[in-house]
């Protein structure tokens, strides 16, 4: 124990004795934040759709058909209730619920007019926005459809029907593309650094000397990892604290959720990190080689953690790498406990996910670290 | 194990691939000796030190060190002996008396001794103006003489010294060589490797080691006998070009 409270000593005291290094490691996230959270833009394919459906008639049946027939829309589930579709919702299982009223025909038919209900998960303000247009545009063309047909059987028509979506968006009542965004950023930024700086750590270590010198000492490799871990672990909540203090002051993202629920999240996210960045170290003998092969981890975590392009467009193969992505869910958790202030509970799954890939990892760290050849 | 002999090393090979780095060594070193290690550079000095510190694993033959076996003892070497590399390798960022608490503790030793140690440590090296100072901004003689201290700061029974004054100035060389008799006049058992000659002069026995094999071992003035040399440096020359 007593060792490894040297070894924190020593690398907190070589990281705030590195003047170059310090402003790199606060002041370029903060400035990566506010630019990239005001810059990326999105599309949407693979909508998760499902409907309630109280007027069960060919007109309310013809409408769903149109929805099916759209490349967009896929994952058709009926659901018996609203109260079940919003339960869906909130698990995450659908993106858009269209909710047909009783007697939508009947409506329709008498009074030439006809209310729908659009609810849309709008934590994607962008994805939101466009599936609402998305809807808005099979329901124009069923209504121009059903004019045909109506004008069909010969009665007269001319007045124009009309079939209104009220649209109301949860969790990002505004489309707020920021408040999307700000998590994601923050995810990659506590990543970006805490993956760099333990990538590197041991083989500069290795570069000047020091790790031979270390290697020769009665020094036991878990104390020697653990040692390493801890300041970069609490580096990296540092950040995560100056991130969401920017999200609140500049973005004023919505902090609905525990900030303690994020903080012990980030935690264990982070040891994951760590436990990457110093298997890299193990394997790699200069610092170069080392950055190259966090930044390969890096681009591939961040393309696929659904962050700039949806997981859900992705093609099945992919979508199966990303389970193994640990950003996929920092940003699900992130965006859960900030916007829909989700609970212990609800993020389980990945915190589980997280748990075993942090076990993993850091058994591979300190077991591919040797200190005999 | 022999009472009185610290180092056993029967047969040790190192084999890298289909090259032999060091073929087959045999040799032991008494307690409270100064053992000088020569050889041509690429002879294989820095390999068989490796496998007696207990950081690279023979591929043959056997060695036991303060009593241990590298093979399967390494890490209870590794209480029992120092050593100090050929590259420096204190951290250029800390300063003195950080990098004397970083190695003692690393070394288990509790804060109270460290820091009785590092006064001491600094007070014989006359160190005191600089001991707050970066060691990165000290120069390479100096640099060596704390690493040298540093790695005796656990009263090792064993240290292993690595080319120690390569590129040091003659006068600091003298004052490294004081170091060292100190500390072998203390009961700490000195292993050393060096390209200087004069410096194998001050040897209780020296080995010279030609293509990973050891060629010579005896004292100085033996050996300059046996080969009908003026000094080690001739011993040297008649041996490494064979």
């Known amino acids: ?373 | 194990m022999e009472k009185n002999k610290v180092i056993q090393v029967e047969g040790l090979t190192k084999n890298f691939g289909d090259f032999t780095a060091v073929n087959a060594i045999t040799f032991d070193v008494k307690k409270g000796e100064i053992f000088g290690f020569l050889g041509a550079n690429g002879a294989g000095k820095t390999t068989a030190m490796k496998m007696l510190i207990g950081i690279s694993n023979p591929s043959s033959g056997k060695a036991n060190v303060a009593g241990f076996d590298v093979q399967t003892e390494a890490e209870e070497i590794k209480k029992n002996i120092g050593y100090m590399s050929q590259k420096f390798a204190l951290y250029d960022d800390l300063t003195v008396k950080e990098n004397i608490t970083f190695f003692g503790g690393i070394y288990g030793l509790s804060r109270k001794k460290i820091k009785e140690k590092s006064t001491l440590l600094i007070e014989e090296l006359g160190l005191e103006k600089v001991a707050n100072s970066l060691v990165g901004s000290l120069p390479l003689g100096w640099k060596q003489k704390i690493s040298f201290s540093v790695s005796l700061i656990h009263d090792p029974k064993i240290v292993f010294l690595d080319e120690p004054t390569g590129g040091v100035d003659p006068i600091t060389r003298r004052q490294f060589w004081e170091l060292i008799y100190k500390a072998a006049h203390q009961g700490t058992t000195v292993f050393v490797t060096t390209h200087y000659m004069d410096e194998a002069e001050y040897c209780d026995r020296v080995s010279i080691m030609v293509n990973g094999k050891i060629e010579a071992l005896d004292t100085p003035k033996k050996l300059k006998e046996q080969f009908n040399a003026e000094d080690m440096n001739d011993v040297f020359l008649k041996l490494a070009r064979g």
């Open chain 1, 1 to 373: 124990m007593n060792t490894i409270l040297f070894i924190i000593q020593k690398e907190f005291k070589q990281i705030f004795r590195n003047k170059g290094m310090l402003p790199i490691i606060f002041v370029m996230p903060l400035i990566q934040l506010i630019i990239l959270s005001n810059a990326a833009t999105f599309d949407v394919k693979n909508i998760k759709f499902g409907y309630v459906n109280h007027d069960h008639t060919s007109t309310s049946r013809a409408l769903i058909e149109k929805f099916n027939a759209s490349t967009y829309f896929n994952v058709l589930t009926n659901f018996p209730s609203e109260k079940l579709a919003s339960q869906a919702m909130l698990n995450g299982e659908v993106d858009v619920v269209l909710e047909i009223p009783s007697y939508f025909e009947r409506d329709f038919q008498k009074e030439k007019r006809s209310a729908l209900g659009v609810t849309i998960n709008a934590i994607d303000g962008a994805a939101a926005g466009i599936e609402n247009v998305y809807v808005t545009q099979i329901i124009q063309s069923f209504n121009k459809d059903l004019k045909v047909n109506v004008s069909q059987y010969g009665q007269k028509q001319n007045q124009p029907i009309q079939i209104t979506t009220i649209p109301s968006f949860w969790y990002n009542k505004t489309l707020n593309y920021k408040t999307f965004m700000v998590p994601g950023i923050l995810v990659l930024l506590v990543t970006m650094i805490t993956l760099f700086l333990s990538g590197m750590n041991i083989v500069r270590e290795k570069e000047i000397g020091t790790l031979e010198q270390i290697n020769v000492t009665p020094i036991k490799k878990s104390q020697f990892i653990i040692g390493k871990l801890f300041p970069f672990l609490v580096l990296g909540l540092a950040i995560l604290s100056v991130g969401l203090l920017i999200a609140k002051l500049v973005f004023n993202v919505p902090m609905v959720g525990s900030l303690l629920l994020m903080y012990f999240y980030t935690s264990i996210y982070i040891l994951v990190v760590l436990g990457i960045g110093l298997f890299i170290s193990n394997y790699t003998d200069t610092q170069q080689q080392a950055m190259f092969i966090a930044w390969f981890f890096m681009v591939i975590f961040i393309l696929m953690s659904g962050l700039f392009t949806p997981i859900e467009s992705m093609p099945k193969w992919a979508q199966t790498i990303t389970d193994f992505n640990p950003i996929k869910y920092f940003v699900e958790v992130l965006r859960m406990v900030m916007l829909k202030g989700s609970g212990f509970v609800d993020i389980l799954p990945q915190l589980l996910k997280t748990l075993v890939f942090a076990i993993i990892m850091n058994g591979l760290a300190v077991w591919s670290y040797k200190k005999t050849n």
